[in-house]
């Protein structure tokens, strides 16, 4: 346990740390993005779909 409690502290003195933590919040800000945009375009394309789908009715 000691092992791991002085790797932490090592991590988190070390420089890369705070770099980590950086670019895991900028990975999660792209990941909200393309979800919206997915979610757009899916709700976008069912409403095409819908449409067609009464045309052909």
């Known amino acids: ?3 791991f409690a002085n790797s932490v502290k090592k991590f988190l003195k070390s420089e ?3 770099t980590a933590v950086e670019y895991a919040v900028m990975l999660a800000l ?3 993005v393309c979800l919206a ?3 757009t375009v899916g709700s976008q394309a069912n409403n095409k779909f819908t449409e067609v789908g009464g045309y052909l009715t």
């Open 37 to 39: 945009a997915i979610s």
């Open 16 to 18: 890369d740390g705070p």
């Open 1 to 3: 346990m000691l092992k």
């Open 30 to 32: 792209i990941i909200v």
